[in-house]
């Protein structure tokens, strides 16, 4: 089974600032016949689901604000903040679909400096 | 508005059964697969199974494979799961997600989500 791991565990950054949490994934995700590599990004908050941000690898879901992006392939994967606000303190998860079976980051805590 | 409300957790004991639902509503359920995700109390997601848009297939993680179903009735706009055997292990917060799609590909992750439903196992 593919595993997610991602870095750090926890990260404190000061409003505005950037924030990168990494996500590298034990073998490649990538489908070439669809040529998608199904890598997605999840914010959740205390209390509530988990809030879909990013999908095959950068695209962003709807209404999500564009400081948020995706970028990597293969088996390296990036979720970058590029301004941090208040609103932004969560947890966060990558998550991959292969091969029938959908696995999750260990998640990464984002706090205010 | 698209929404997935979860039922049916409680407490249970170990080796005892429970079955939850999850009614879906704004969108065409039969259009799209769905799963189920777990999340145990202060830790990370685990994915515990998914049937096709059709009910034509489903998969399961090796944690839960054999002990758990997953079920659909398009004519209720319903999603299921019935967990037997359940474990200590088991008890999490159960989520209701349906697979997004885009432009007629699925995105391979979760793009709408219930608020969950809480499953104890305990003697």
């Known amino acids: 089974d593919i595993v997610l791991t991602q870095s750090p565990d926890s990260l404190a950054v000061s409003l505005g600032e950037r924030a990168t949490i990494n996500c590298k994934s034990s073998?490649?995700?990538?489908?070439?016949?669809?040529?998608?590599?199904?890598l997605s990004w999840y914010q959740q908050k205390p209390g509530q689901p988990p809030k879909l941000l990013i999908y095959?690898?950068?695209t962003r879901e709807s209404g999500v604000p564009d400081r948020f992006s995706g970028s990597g392939s293969g088996t390296d994967f990036t979720l970058t903040i590029s301004s941090l606000q208040a609103e932004d303190v969560a947890v966060y998860y990558c998550?991959?679909?292969?091969?029938?079976?959908?696995?999750f980051g260990q998640g990464t805590k984002v706090e205010i400096k | 508005q698209e929404q997935l409300v979860e039922s049916g957790g409680g407490v249970v004991q170990p080796g005892r059964s429970l079955r939850l639902s999850c009614a879906a509503s704004g969108f065409t359920f039969s259009n799209y697969g769905m799963h189920w995700v777990r999340q145990a109390p202060g830790k990370g997601l685990e994915w515990v199974a998914v049937i096709w848009y059709d009910g034509s297939n489903k998969y399961y993680p090796d944690s839960v494979k054999g002990r758990f179903t997953i079920s659909r009735d398009t004519s209720k706009n319903t999603l299921f799961l019935q967990m037997n055997s359940l474990r200590a292990e088991d008890t999490a917060v159960y989520y209701c997600?349906?697979?997004?799609?885009?432009?007629?590909?699925?995105?391979?992750?979760?793009?709408?989500w219930g608020q969950g439903t809480m499953v104890t196992v305990s003697p």
């Open positions: 997600a349906r697979e997004g799609r885009d432009s007629g590909w699925y995105l391979g992750g979760f793009d709408i």
């Open positions: 095959w690898v950068s």
């Open positions: 073998q490649s995700v990538s489908y070439s016949s669809h040529n998608k590599n199904f």
């Open positions: 998550q991959q679909y292969y091969n029938t079976l959908w696995t």
